[in-house]
């Protein structure tokens, strides 16, 4: 069993950036795969980036690459989501998500991931 608390979001002017972070409960933060998801209003939630156990291995959704990274620091049991050069169609509520895994996979669909945080909010203004 693992909790995760979501912190970092808020509103920021387009072009800005932002650092989101995950804090996961737990002892075995180390056996779970990361994700990070997003859902804006009226649309489904949708894959952002996902992390290896390891952080060894990590994919991005096409709409984010080159400007979004993906990190875990596992002695402090927290996941990063840094956010550059944010436009205002990445505002959205941003969730974390955890998967038990040992195979140094990252996942990018919701129904992989057994635990969620309750999310945060992004606002990128025009």
């Known amino acids: 069993q693992v909790q995760l608390v979501e912190s970092g979001g808020g509103l920021v002017q387009a072009g800005g950036s932002l650092r989101l972070s995950c804090a996961a409960s737990g002892r075995t933060f180390s056996s779970y795969a990361m994700g990070w998801f997003r859902q804006a209003p009226g649309k489904e939630r949708e894959f952002v980036a996902g992390?290896?156990?390891?952080?060894?291995?990590?994919g991005y959704a096409d709409s984010v690459k080159g400007r979004f990274t993906i990190s875990r620091d596992n002695a402090k049991n927290t996941v990063y989501l840094q956010m550059n050069s944010l436009k205002p169609e990445d505002t959205a509520v941003y969730y974390c998500a955890a998967r038990r895994e040992g195979w140094g996979n990252y996942y990018s669909r919701p129904h992989e991931y057994g635990y969620w945080g309750q999310g945060t909010q992004v606002t990128v203004s025009s």
């Open positions: 992390i290896s156990w390891s952080g060894g291995s990590t």
